[in-house]
């Protein structure tokens, strides 16, 4: 990050030439932070294997944020193990340990591990995919150079081993809407007619996971996004 044609350190952090092990539960308290406290519910803890923190400068970039810290840390600028950023029009997260996202499959030679659900109490799964929602961006509009634009929050989660949705509050002109979702190839899964809004949709979409496609119409307006299982 120092040697480019852009600007040197463009994020706000450095990873740190670290080895430690840590079962941190120093999460930020930030309710309406889309990462910890994204669809796929609160985040309370990180579990580093011979991981290394990061420091922030936000000097460099005012965007930078510390989300989850080395146990016994302030929330300053040392000592992160997760950190979000914003760059022109992209967005960066980083942890510095790869442990987190290990989800035990590879050469039945080696020696392998499942941090991605069976460490930190599942934290990890919630961590890692809010904050690919995150990078992605949900949520797309979608209508006519005429329209205003309107979006509509739509939050998921897990329950019962489906995936629940909720419709957030619908346009003043449109009473009932249409939700349907589909696969990556185009394929429609489910659909629900005269949605209304705040109504819990539930979902199922079967033992695999991955990113689908929502979209949520009705009168005047039309918007698409994507959600990941």
């Known amino acids: 990050m120092e040697v480019n044609d852009v600007q040197a350190y463009p994020f706000g952090f450095l990873f740190d030439l670290l080895n430690f092990d840590d079962k941190s ?16 519910g609160k985040v309370t803890e990180l579990q580093f294997f011979a991981g290394t923190s990061m420091t922030l400068y936000p000097e460099d970039n005012s965007s930078v944020k510390g989300l989850i810290y080395r146990s016994g840390s302030s929330f300053g600028n040392r000592n992160v193990m997760f950190v979000s950023a914003e760059y022109g029009k992209g ?3 980083a942890m510095g340990d790869s442990s987190p996202a290990d989800d035990g499959s ?12 069976k460490d930190a109490n599942g934290n990890h799964e919630r ?5 690919t929602l995150w990078l992605a961006g949900t949520v797309t509009g979608v209508q006519s150079p005429t329209e205003k634009k309107e979006m509509v929050p739509v939050f998921f989660q897990k329950r019962n081993g ?23 190839s185009g394929r429609k899964l489910a659909g629900f007619r ?19 496609v929502y979209r949520l119409h009705g009168a005047g307006f039309s918007q698409t996004g994507k959600f990941m299982y």
């Not at 539960?25 to 796929?40: D, F, Q, S, T, W």
């Not at 109504?199 to 689908?212: I, K």
Request: overall charge positive.
């Open 25 to 40: 539960k120093n999460v930020r308290y930030l309710p309406e932070n889309p990462i910890l406290n994204g669809p796929m």
């Open 91 to 93: 967005k960066v997260v």
């Open 106 to 117: 590879g050469d039945r030679n080696d020696r392998l591990y499942d941090g991605w659900l």
């Open 127 to 131: 961590l890692i995919v809010n904050a």
């Open 162 to 184: 489906n995936c629940e949705v909720q419709v957030g509050t619908l346009p003043a002109r449109t009473k009932k809407a249409y939700f349907s979702v589909y696969d990556l």
């Open 194 to 212: 005269a949605v209304t809004s705040g109504q819990r949709l539930s979902l199922n979409l079967g033992p695999g996971h991955g990113v689908f």
